[in-house]
């Protein structure tokens, strides 16, 4: 599975390897060396990321092309101009965001740039881009929520994928009740079993 994922990501060319690299990849996936493989893959600096879609901003320069990328763990989003340069911009720096349709989708962040410099950076890309981007961006600030509050984040399996969700507050209250209702092991070793013998 992993593997497939890996390779998934070179052919969506979700992870841009240099020229040097691929030829390494070639050569290791002809000799079969997988371990190696995917350390080589590892190593890509956008390794880990997921694409959200293209698109134009208005931040730095007006019309620039981007990339726009999410690395969960890091809780950035990141804008990836042509010419490789990348704008990070943490999650936790962002005031607002909203979505509206002119001629094209926009969704617009409200963004800390600066110590007391709040900047909007204006995303013009497709009605689905738009969408994906600020569900991701809820998904993530949901989950600081609960890690702020102490709280763990509790993933659920998915059926017919091998991915996984957050689980959902009632599915977290249902969990919870399931765990009082059950007896934990080291709670049936304390009782007096001597009746039962």
């Known amino acids: 599975w992993y593997q497939r994922r890996v390779r998934g990501n070179l052919e969506d060319r ?18 079969g060396l997988k371990e190696q493989f995917i350390k080589v893959v590892r190593s890509e600096s956008m390794y880990g990321y997921m694409m959200l879609g293209t698109g134009t901003v208005d931040y730095p320069d007006q019309n620039s092309q981007v990339e726009v990328v999410v690395y969960g763990g890091a809780e950035k989003l990141k ?12 999650v936790r720096r962002i005031k607002c965001w909203t979505l509206f349709s002119d001629k094209k989708d926009v969704l617009s962040i409200h963004f800390l740039a600066m110590k007391d410099v709040l900047q909007w950076i204006n995303i013009s890309t497709s009605s689905s881009n738009v969408i994906l981007i600020s569900m991701t961006l809820q998904s993530i600030l949901d989950e ?10 509790e993933l659920t399996k998915v059926e017919s994928s091998e991915s996984y969700l957050p689980l959902s507050n009632k599915e977290r209250k249902l969990k919870q009740e399931r765990k009082q209702r059950v007896p934990s092991f080291s709670s049936l070793q304390n009782q007096d079993w001597s009746w039962y013998l």
């Open 79 to 90: 804008l990836v101009f042509k010419d490789g340069k990348t704008i990070s911009l943490p």
């Open 14 to 31: 979700w992870i841009k390897p240099s020229t040097e690299t691929l030829k390494t990849l070639k050569q290791l996936k002809t000799a």
């Open 144 to 153: 600081l929520v609960l890690i702020s509050k102490g709280q763990e984040l």
